[in-house]
């Protein structure tokens, strides 16, 4: 959404028919969340549908009314949705597609593994702090017990909207204040 305007060079025409700098921003943020909000919802409640209608013949029963299901769903769909506002704001940060996605994906695929080789005392500590890792399961899971060093479903998302929000706050003071 962000990074390869800069790349092209294409930011300095986006800021010649909008200066304002924020609302460039805010209106950037908001497609991305209106668009995402849509494919990652039809994509979440379609895939449950399908995986329902592929098991039908082995009698498996599959129905939103079962605990924690329709909760994985809405919570897999806005998982999807804060990942790209988490991306946005490290774009904005760097302005650089490869540095971007590669933050992207050590914040929420290695440093998640990296805490695993810590002590267990403090592993236990980080656990719920850390997005990815241990959080998706604890946001996606409807069979099983809830991992007592984790916050609920709910909480889990709470904290990576966090980091999400701080990401994004930051991507936009920023883009407010550096040359194109």
Known sequence: MITSEYSTG?????????????????????????????VSFATSFGTFFLGRNLLASTHTPMSLSQPAVLRSLVITALFVDVCGLFAFGIGALVRNTAGALTLSFGCLALVPQLIRALPAFLYNNLVAWVPGGQAINAMTATIGGQNPDTFPAWGELAVFAGYAAILVAAGAVVFSRRDA
């Open 10 to 38: 294409l930011v300095r025409t986006s800021l010649t028919v909008m200066p304002r700098r924020g609302t460039l921003y805010a209106a950037k943020a908001a497609v991305l969340v209106a668009v995402s909000l849509v």
